[in-house]
């Protein structure tokens, strides 16, 4: 991104430049490094403690393993950011640490870092959907769809399976396959991936037994992947959002919009690592997470962006389907009215 951007926000204009927000842009190497010491040694301790616990019960393990999952979430932002190559200055640092995060996440690196940044070109574009992102159809699609992809897409877009079965399957099975599309490097990133965690797999079980090795793994990758998931969602698909076809598509729109700004309660923000200032992370992704919040309070005309609170975050539960003449989400039931 160029040091100055101006950025069309009616009714006012803001200029985002290195004294105005831009100077987050640049990495700080003592703020990484003291994210990585207060994510993952938390995070091996919390291994230990789960290990000690579960020789006493799974139920008395299982609340450790939500505290061990938030510091999971906060260890993924670290291996988003490396992506962006925003967490430290160093491009070799952070491929390094994107590396090894990647594997604590069951997550190829250099492949997440190749969807990841279609992402970010196509966020809230409903004709180049389909990459990094939600099923998500429009009412017109939907009704023009067979029964077949109805019912594969409801049952995809109930929340048990969102939250709890899709999470799992995209970080145990999805990410062990390399997309079609995907460039040899790309390809490479996954084949390497999955040898480091065949090694990982091995030493651990042989370390603490493959039975408790994989109770502990599975169990806390579903609540930090629900968790994740949520997140991803509620940045998307919420009250208010923006989505446009391509040849009205606009990028900044698309980021301070289709993006939301989600204000979670203190300690939520820290395990997610800032993550809610979505509307700055796709404005600009090379500020690093641990900027975000003071990127948006360095500019006053970001209060015009409207936060989604944790309260009203649980209103994306009843969306289904983006409707393109009201440019609201909607629920199945809005499916009556337009029949």
Request: glycine share 6%; charged share 15%; hydrophobic share 45%.
């Amino acid at each position: 991104m160029n040091s100055t951007l101006t950025i069309d926000l009616p009714p006012s204009t803001l200029v985002f430049s290195k004294d105005n927000g831009g100077q987050f842009q640049s990495a700080s190497l003592w703020r990484a490094r003291w994210q990585v010491i207060n994510s993952i040694v938390p995070y091996a301790l919390l291994w230990f403690a789960m290990d000690r616990a579960l020789a006493i019960g799974y139920w008395v393990m299982l609340p450790v393993a939500f505290l061990a999952a938030g510091f999971l979430v906060r260890i993924f932002i670290i291996f988003h950011d490396c992506g962006h190559a925003s967490f430290f200055k160093s491009k070799r640092a952070n491929n390094a640490m994107g590396i090894f995060t990647g594997l604590l996440n069951m997550t190829p690196y250099r492949h997440w870092r190749w969807q990841h940044a279609l992402h970010h070109g196509t966020s809230s574009d409903l004709d180049r959907r389909g990459i990094g992102d939600v099923w998500m159809m429009t009412v017109q699609e939907y009704l023009q769809s067979t029964r077949l992809e109805r019912l594969a897409y409801r049952i995809v877009r109930n929340p048990l399976v969102l939250f709890l079965i899709a999470p799992l399957f995209v970080f145990v099975v999805q990410h062990r396959f390399a997309a079609p599309t995907a460039p040899r490097r790309e390809r490479q990133s996954v084949r390497r991936t999955n040898l480091g965690l065949c090694a990982l797999v091995l030493l651990m079980g042989t370390l603490m037994g493959f039975k408790s090795f994989f109770l502990i793994q599975f169990t806390v990758l579903a609540i930090a992947g629900a968790f994740g998931l949520w997140l991803f969602y509620v940045q998307h698909q919420f009250e208010g959002s923006y989505w446009a076809r391509t040849g009205t598509w606009c990028y900044t729109e698309a980021a301070l919009k289709g993006s939301s700004f989600y204000k979670l309660p203190r300690i939520l923000q820290w395990f997610s690592g800032n993550i809610g200032f979505h509307h700055i992370h796709h404005l600009s992704p090379r500020i690093p997470n641990y900027y975000l919040q003071r990127c948006h309070e360095a500019n006053p005309l970001f209060a015009a962006i409207k936060p989604v609170t944790l309260g009203a975050s649980l209103k994306s539960l009843r969306f289904r389907l983006w409707d393109e003449q009201r440019r609201v989400f909607v629920g199945f039931g809005h499916l009556r009215v337009v029949r």
